[in-house]
């Protein structure tokens, strides 16, 4: 079977540029980079080159670089440690966060550590920005923690209107930025963001590694694993270094084909949401298609239909990789918790599609045919 794999919101498939920089360092480098002697100095110096690629790229100095496992240990990292560093007592943030935030505020909060606050959304997952303002207005000693863009329906916030209402009521921002780094152009010195996080996954980087961006101007942070001095005394552990060279590597690629891949990109989004409107009529787009969305994510609500449930099921068999919502739940019988805050309808299948670089017209094509078959009941597999 030739599958089409359109779950790249899940993960992506590693760039053959970033296998080859990492197998030269696996082969020619495998020192540990805090050791004094040849090999580590070596190795240090491959880690430390990778860190000032990543900064200049995002507009960042190297020292803001902190690498991490993924995203969800940044996530972690910037919520926990500004409760317990710098004594936040309020984090304002979203109930269609990433579970890496939400799960975390709400441990925060029964801990008795701080007082959590939920912005609603409209049906596209748009913030309600009068309702941040209040919230901030209220609040002392505050962090907002709000994604650039959903993992699951693409809508985006604007990170500078967020962040310059953050720094008017003195709040410190967070942004899980995880979907849209490598997609979307960064220059963090000019964004009154305070903290921005990354995996490299997403954009056709290794799994497990990231790093989380932090403003040392404005926020000051305790290591999140100790047991040693790496990462400038911020995460212990010898590094994954040749992950963190995969990352560098995957993100140069990223930002050098930006502006062509995002056209394509969201091209193809376009013909896959023009073909399903075209074959099932009253399905329903979850999320914004206004050109300030997310152009990897499509997610959209089909028609009603007796065996909902088997619907992605289907799919996999007949050789479509994609998502009933975020790949981190999918194992989960409630659902998404996204569709649920933003009101889709109950009961019709939800699928999140999701593009990348390497997707084809042809893909797309073959999809449009295999899931109207499948509603048909006259489906081939791919």
Known sequence: ??????????????????????????????????????????????????????????????????????????????????????????????????????HTIEALEAEGKVKADW????????????????????????LVSLMHANNEIGTTIDLHEVGQLCRKYGALFHSDTVQTMGHFPFDLKSMPVDMVTCSAHKLHGPKGVGFLYIDHDRVKLAPFITGGAQERNLRAGTENLYGIAGLAKALCLAVEGMDQHAARIRSLKLRMLEGLQNEFPGLECNGVTDGTDLYTVLNISFPETPDAEMFLMKMDIHGISASGGSACSSGAQTGSHVLAHIGAPVGRPGVRFSFSRYTTEEEVERALAILTGIWKGKAQTA
């Not at 912005?119 to 505050?142: F, T, V, W, Y």
């Open 119 to 142: 912005i609603p959304h409209d049906r596209l997952g748009r913030l309600n920005m009068e309702h941040l303002e209040n919230c901030l207005a209220q609040s002392k000693n505050a």
């Open 1 to 102: 079977m030739n599958r089409i794999y359109l779950d790249n919101a899940a993960t992506t498939c590693m760039a053959e540029e970033v296998i080859q920089e990492m197998q030269t360092i696996m082969r020619d480098c495998f020192g540990n980079p805090s050791s004094i002697h040849g090999h580590g100095r070596q190795a240090r110096a491959y880690l430390e080159k990778a860190r000032r690629q990543v900064a200049e790229l995002v507009g960042a100095a190297p020292a803001e670089i902190c690498f991490t496992s993924g995203g969800t240990e940044a996530d972690n990292m910037a919520l926990r440690k500004t409760v317990e560093v710098m004594g936040i007592q309020h984090i304002i943030s979203s109930p269609i966060e990433h579970h890496a935030v939400t």
